[in-house]
């Protein structure tokens, strides 16, 4: 593959794409699991699969060159806006902006799928990933948008961290945690979006949380959580990219499936020395 690689553009793109998603998800993934708000994640990739659905809507109806990942793109950060928005009407009840967003995305996703022809092979390669789908020009879009992931992280971790901790105390400290957490889903919204052409939107959430709840396991501060995650996550990508041109089937599946192996392996490898370390009391 690596040849390959060096010959195809597409191939060269496809792999640099995986490399930046395997960066950018896990680093996000990190304070949604912390958070709590896993689910999130589940929310705004199925809205963006109904941003998809709409722009292969529109590219079939008005018959004009779209590409469905800037539809999509938009969908998610309106969703995000929307959990934000529902945060504060259901203030008791914060959670619940999730589900009804979640649902609302489905149900769009249903009514343009069937507006636009029902399943393809474009449509086809957005639920699952492809090996050969990311252009020229999505590669340099998902780039921007990982420069800027990355350093909205360096710049503002601080404050994520400890809203995604204590969220009253942070607001006591004079953090904006209003703002910050309307950055932060913004943030997720940009990271699905860009993942999508690589994991899939319906796998994309595996991506954010596997590699995190892999290095728990593992880690004993929370830099430590952030760079296990990102290895872990590299890891599945680059070798789901590879199994996933060979096998010739879409990288998202084994991406995941690679993603769960890793897990396996650190709660056997976490039991296994546990149950060493008690032997050792003991004797």
Not at 89 to 95: N, P, S
Not at 182 to 196: D, K, M, N
Not at 225 to 241: H, K, P, R, Y
Request: charged share 10%; hydrophobic share 55%.
């Amino acid at each position: 593959m690596l040849t390959d690689i060096l010959q195809f553009d597409f191939l060269r793109h496809t792999f640099l794409t995986g490399l930046l998603i395997g960066l950018i998800a896990p680093l996000l993934g990190c304070f949604l699991v912390v958070r709590r708000l896993s689910l999130l994640a589940d929310a705004l990739s199925h809205v963006t699969l109904a941003g998809i659905a709409f722009g292969l809507f529109i590219e079939k109806q008005f018959l004009f060159a779209f590409s469905p990942l800037y539809s999509g793109m938009g969908f998610s950060i309106i969703g995000a806006i929307l959990i934000e928005k529902l945060r504060s009407v259901y203030q008791a009840y914060q959670e619940i902006g999730i589900p009804i967003i979640l649902s609302g995305g489905v149900g769009l996703s249903v009514i343009f799928i069937a507006l636009a022809n029902g399943f393809n092979t474009d449509l086809f390669s957005y639920l699952f990933g492809s090996v050969s789908a990311v252009s020229q020009t999505d590669f340099w879009l998902i780039f921007a948008i990982s420069t800027f992931v990355v350093l909205a992280i360096f710049l503002f971790y601080k404050e994520l961290v400890t809203l995604s901790f204590d969220e009253e105390h942070a607001t006591v400290s004079g953090i904006h945690s209003r703002w910050i957490h309307l950055l932060f889903i913004v943030l997720t919204a940009l990271v699905i979006a860009a993942s999508i052409r690589i994991v899939g939107v319906l796998l994309v959430s595996a991506l954010m949380t596997l590699p995190v709840a892999s290095a728990l396991r593992l880690a004993k501060s929370f830099k430590q959580l952030m760079f296990l995650s990102v290895c872990f996550a590299e890891f599945a990508v680059i070798t789901g990219l590879i199994s996933g041109y060979y096998a010739d089937i879409p990288p998202g599946g084994t991406i995941v499936v690679i993603a769960i192996g890793i897990l396996l392996l650190t709660l056997l490898w976490k039991k296994t020395t546990q149950n060493k370390y008690k032997g050792a009391q003991y004797s």
